[in-house]
């Protein structure tokens, strides 16, 4: 069975690992002095799952917002990863799973993410479990 907790800031390294996974590669101490601002807002949180034996297998960074157009908060799902050797074995879709359950318990009506052009086979997953392409992202850098 897997469990979930939030993590804490005594987790930066596990999460950096994980992220470095994801494509963003940071460093335990860019990690560390962001954990302060960004749990800073109560609705963020950063998501680990782990096997039945304790390791940390995957990382979901969730935070909600309330929403002037509509009617009710908006979960994002900033990322979303599973450990490359866990990959395709059912955590990522329970790990989903939970995120929604989560998100609905705090009264969202939509959970957003979005993932990087590169990543198809998110994309895929992702639409095999009821996600639908409904925006563009733009970003510059400043």
Known sequence: MISYRVAVRNDAEVVAQLL??????NSLQEISERWVSWSAVQENKVWLA??????????AIVGISPSLYRPYPVARLWALVVR????????????LSFIEAGAREKGCGLL???????????????????????????????
């Open 20 to 25: 470095t996974e994801l494509g963003h590669a």
């Open 50 to 59: 782990s096997t039945p034996a304790g390791e940390v297998v995957g990382l």
């Open 84 to 95: 490359e050797n866990y990959r395709s074995r059912g955590y990522g879709r329970a790990f």
């Open 112 to 142: 957003e993410l979005t993932s990087n052009v590169v990543r198809v086979e998110a994309h895929r997953f992702y639409e095999s479990y009821g996600y639908s392409r409904s925006s563009f992202r733009f970003s510059k850098g400043l």
